[in-house]
């Protein structure tokens, strides 16, 4: 039996008539670039996290570049992020010409603590950046309150959190900043790139917007050097429309995820650890496995997608050589990153599939 990582056609066979119907009108009123579905987006986006404001960017990368410019991130400046994070975290940052820090994790969540933050920070620290992985919320009080007593602005990358509760308080709303992306792969994807910036300030949302059309308001007058990030009318059309269905989908996440936790009880893997203040969304399902490459081959050989997420730390990318951190220096992510697999988690992920899934990692552990 082929059980894909993520299957999309399923999803746009669930939702074909309307989305196909919100491209067509895109087309015929030919407002691609900031059209009224982005405000439109915005609104609903911004009321769906309970924040202020939300503005529709490029893309999630983009989300974290231009929130950390407007906390004033620039050369000299330093920005603690987790090492165990997609590498926009950390690439932004240098675009900047910052010098990213990476913090260690917490070995059960995989996500950046106060505590390790607390180690990382100097008289340059501009921004402390937590990660969200897999869909969960980092421990979020203890940093703000780090952050808050050193008056360090905090952006949350909430690329894959969209949705996750943290005591009840949405992902990307509790920082100065919330960035979020719409990649496809993303709980919430468009059709392409896409991301948002979601804060309560008037004055840094005002930002955010200029900056995405090039530092301009009004048009063509410049009072800054900005970029151009905008999100396309056509992917705030289409998230618009499936907008509406992420909540049902989330829910659907966590029902496979708790089936897992079922059916992988007993087996030497470690299941993924939610603790009882996170309301998880499961972007990623992802276990810790002994003999994880074995594993991951004996899957792939029986048509079980997987991945790992992330196969090599931040601090110990070859990109990164110079900044000088040595194998040991972060152990938890280095150790981690050898250990981790994520399994097939999608809402229309069939009972049958995920069955054949677990009956799969049992044999392997069986042998
Ligand atoms: C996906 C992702 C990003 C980047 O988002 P893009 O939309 O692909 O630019 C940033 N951080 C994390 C943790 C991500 O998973």
């Known amino acids: 039996m082929k059980v894909p990582l993520l299957d999309l056609k399923r999803q ?13 009108n895109v087309m015929a009123h030919t407002q691609f670039i900031l059209g009224p579905e982005v405000k439109q987006f915005e609104e609903k986006a911004a009321a769906f996290c309970g924040t202020k404001h939300a503005i529709g960017v490029a893309s999630g990368t983009d989300a974290l570049l231009l929130a950390l410019r407007v ?14 994070s997609f590498f926009a975290s950390a690439g932004v940052v240098s675009r900047l010409g910052a010098v990213p820090v990476f913090a260690d994790v917490a070995p059960k969540t995989f996500n ?14 501009k921004a ?8 969960q919320t980092a421990d979020m009080d203890p940093i703000m309150e780090l952050a808050n007593s050193k008056r360090i602005p905090v952006v949350e990358d ?41 804060c309560n300030s008037d004055g840094d949302a005002e930002l955010v917007r200029k900056l995405r059309v090039h530092g301009s308001k009004p048009k063509y007058y410049h009072s800054l050097v900005g970029y151009n990030s905008r999100l396309d009318t056509l992917q705030a059309a289409a ?19 708790s089936r897992y936790n079922q059916l992988l009880a007993g087996l ?34 029986r048509e079980i997608g997987t991945e790992i997420y992330y196969p090599l730390p931040l601090h110990e990318q070859e990109c990164y050589a110079s900044l000088g951190y040595k194998k040991g220096s972060l152990p938890v992510a280095e150790k981690r990153a050898g250990e981790v697999l994520s399994l097939p988690v999608f809402p229309e992920l069939a009972e049958g599939e995920q069955d054949f899934v677990a009956a799969s990692i049992r044999e392997f552990y069986r042998d």
């Open 268 to 301: 030497p893997v470690e299941i993924p650890f939610e603790p009882e203040y996170n309301h998880h969304i499961y972007h990623q399902y992802t276990i810790a496995a002994p003999k994880r490459d074995d594993l991951r081959k004996f899957l792939t050989e």
């Open 112 to 125: 950046v603590t106060a505590e390790q933050i607390a180690k990382k920070v100097t008289s340059k620290t």
């Open 128 to 135: 402390i950046m937590p990660v969200h992985l897999y869909g």
């Open 71 to 84: 906390c004033g991130v620039g050369p000299g400046d330093e920005v603690i992020t987790s090492t165990f």
């Open 158 to 198: 909430a690329a894959q959190a969209i949705g996750a509760k943290y005591k009840g308080r949405k992902a990307g709303t509790i920082g100065r900043f919330g960035c979020f992306s719409f990649f496809p792969s993303k709980n919430l994807g468009g059709l392409g790139d896409g991301g948002m910036v979601t």
């Open 12 to 24: 746009y066979q669930t939702i074909k008539p309307e989305l196909d119907a919100a491209i067509l």
């Open 239 to 257: 998230l618009s429309v499936k907008l509406k269905y992420l909540e049902s989908w989330t829910e659907g996440r966590r029902k496979k995820a």
